[in-house]
């Protein structure tokens, strides 16, 4: 769990996003998922404030206000149907949103294709609601945004900037939601408090690579770690439910 949380920060510093898309599925190999998934909430939400000072003048505000909106309602939904989902169903779901991300990152990069919507405030605030709902399932926002922004031709900058930010809203906001409704367990914190030095490591690697890594070397990392990371999970949870 210390090497994927110092990865993941690394990638998330790096591209400005996939800290909860890499370390949960790899968490959930080695703990429940509630657990995983908390753990992952914690972590990341200290990364993106870790990160976030650097790149706050690049922030996209608007959209980070539609995104933020929109997560307010998909978050209670993420949450209530994570209190009745199945161990294997979680896995399976974690899996097979990254390997999709992987696929449309992979799509978009190799192909070149046009931008396939306009960014438009409706877009923005059903983004942000798909986000929140995928963070209380799977702890993993990113995905439904990131497919967003790779949709509209987002900016490289504006995109890593205004999600890290986004970030940091959505899992500070799942964080809180958990504590009042749910409880975190002590042994939670506890796990997420001896994996902080990796992590503050991957990060202020990240931050170091990202000044001297091309917008298309970052790209075919993320597609690489991603696609390999939801893969192997969703290989992992279709094994355990047929055998």
């Given at each position: 769990m210390a090497a994927t949380s110092f990865f993941a920060?690394?990638?998330?510093?790096?591209n400005g996003f996939g800290f909860a898309v890499l370390a949960v599925p790899f968490f959930l190999l080695f703990a429940p998922p509630g657990e995983a998934i908390q753990v992952a909430i914690i972590l990341s939400l200290a990364i993106s404030l870790f990160v976030l000072p650097g790149l706050r003048h690049d922030v996209e505000w608007p959209l980070l206000r539609r995104w933020a909106i929109g997560s307010l309602v998909g978050l209670p939904l993420g949450l209530a149907v994570f209190a009745y989902a199945e161990p294997v169903i979680v896995r399976a779901v974690a899996g097979a949103v990254i390997a999709s991300f992987a696929a449309a990152q992979a799509y978009n990069h190799y192909h070149q294709r046009p931008p396939?919507?306009?960014?438009h405030p409706v877009g923005d605030l059903v983004a942000g609601a798909a986000a929140g709902a995928a963070s209380g399932l799977v702890g993993m926002p990113g995905p439904p945004v990131v497919i967003y922004l790779i949709l509209v031709g987002a900016p490289a900058q504006l995109s890593r900037s205004t999600l890290i930010a986004f970030?940091?809203?959505v899992f500070g906001a799942t964080l809180a939601a958990n504590v009042?409704?749910?409880?975190?367990?002590?042994m939670d914190w506890a796990i997420a408090a001896s994996l902080m030095p990796p992590t503050a490591l991957g990060a202020?690697?990240?931050?170091?690579?990202?000044?001297?890594l091309d917008d298309n070397a970052a790209t075919i990392l993320a597609l690489v770690v991603l696609g390999a990371a939801g893969l192997y999970t969703l290989v992992v949870a279709l094994h355990a439910a047929l055998w």
């Open positions: 920060a690394l990638l998330l510093a790096t396939s919507l306009v960014m970030f940091a809203l009042v409704f749910r409880g975190v367990p002590g202020w690697v990240g931050r170091h690579i990202a000044n001297h």
